[in-house]
């Protein structure tokens, strides 16, 4: 069951990597926040079409203090955090940004050890560790130090909003066990864009984009991997995980948003990019096998 939870979560990363390059470039095109409005809308709507065709009841059976645990998973943990990664994102770059949005796996752990009473081992500090050098070996071609000492605000908002997706794997996690996560995303996503529709009207020159013939598939796609099949396969890969165990899996980011770089923006790779591949791969399988170990 632990290897379902992890190659679910791997592909989570694969489509958060993918979306922090379609995210730039949709961000670049519109104001970051209609797209981020349009994500959390439109992704509701199309769950909601599916649960409809399956007919799966779009009711959820929770008690109150478990609307409470969707409401801030739904605003703090999805809305806000989002708005400031896409609007991040318009300001940096996009291989900068996978990296930064790693620090949702610091915030999930410290989260998931006072709020879930989880407990590492040092075997998977290690894993983590790998991890981490492996995706600064990925991203280390394209960012050199002048780039790293200007740390700008869009950065900023990145490291913020992957805050704000660190502290949503707890009541995510909650969750994974109250109900299916097909009706949850949709709830997630519908209460994310209600939360963000007022602010729609108070920002200057929202509505005031051009449609571009990149706009026109970089959004739909960016809906579909990201807010459909990337939250509905972390919520189910939390079913069989900790909340750590999927954080850490999801430092995996980077090497997913350089692979997209390379395919979208005609990136190309390096040697010191391989040996970064190789080290996640090696961290990866040292938080499986350690967590199956400890089970």
């Not at 190659?7 to 104001?31: D, E, N, P, R, Y």
């Not at 066990?177 to 209460?191: D, I």
Request: net charge positive; proline share 3%.
């Amino acid at each position: 069951m632990k290897a379902r939870g992890f190659i679910l979560t791997l592909l989570t990363s694969c489509m958060f990597g993918l979306g922090a390059v379609l995210g730039k470039m949709a961000a670049t095109a519109m104001h970051p926040l209609l797209v981020s409005f349009l994500d959390l809308a439109v992704g509701g709507l199309l769950l909601g079409m599916i649960l409809m065709a399956a007919r799966i009841p779009l009711r959820l059976q929770l008690g109150k203090a478990d609307w409470l645990q969707l409401l801030l998973f739904s605003a703090i943990g999805t809305a806000l955090p989002l708005v400031c990664i896409v609007t991040g994102l318009a300001q940096t770059s996009a291989i900068k940004g996978g990296f930064l949005l790693q620090m949702q796996g610091l915030v999930t752990v410290i989260c998931a050890i006072i709020f879930l009473h989880e407990r590492l081992v040092w075997k998977h500090f290690g894993g983590i560790l790998l991890l981490l050098i492996g995706s600064l070996f990925v991203i280390l071609k394209h960012l050199d130090a002048a780039q790293w000492e200007a740390f700008n605000w869009g950065d900023l908002l990145i490291v913020l909003g992957a805050a704000g997706l660190g502290y949503g794997m707890i009541p995510a996690k909650k969750l994974s066990v109250k109900t299916h996560s097909l009706p949850l995303n949709f709830w997630r996503l519908l209460l994310g864009a209600i939360v963000l529709l007022p602010f729609l009207f108070i920002q200057p020159h929202t509505f005031t984009f051009a449609i571009t013939p990149t706009l026109l598939w970089v959004l739909p796609v960016y809906i579909i991997t990201n807010f459909c099949i990337g939250y509905i396969t972390l919520q189910e890969g939390l079913r069989f995980l900790k909340a750590w165990e999927a954080a850490a899996m999801m430092q995996t980011i980077p090497i997913f948003s350089t692979a997209a770089a390379m395919i979208l923006l005609h990136d190309s790779i390096s040697w010191l990019q391989i040996i970064g591949g190789i080290i996640i791969l090696g961290g990866g399988m040292i938080l499986a096998l350690g967590s199956e170990a400890s089970n």
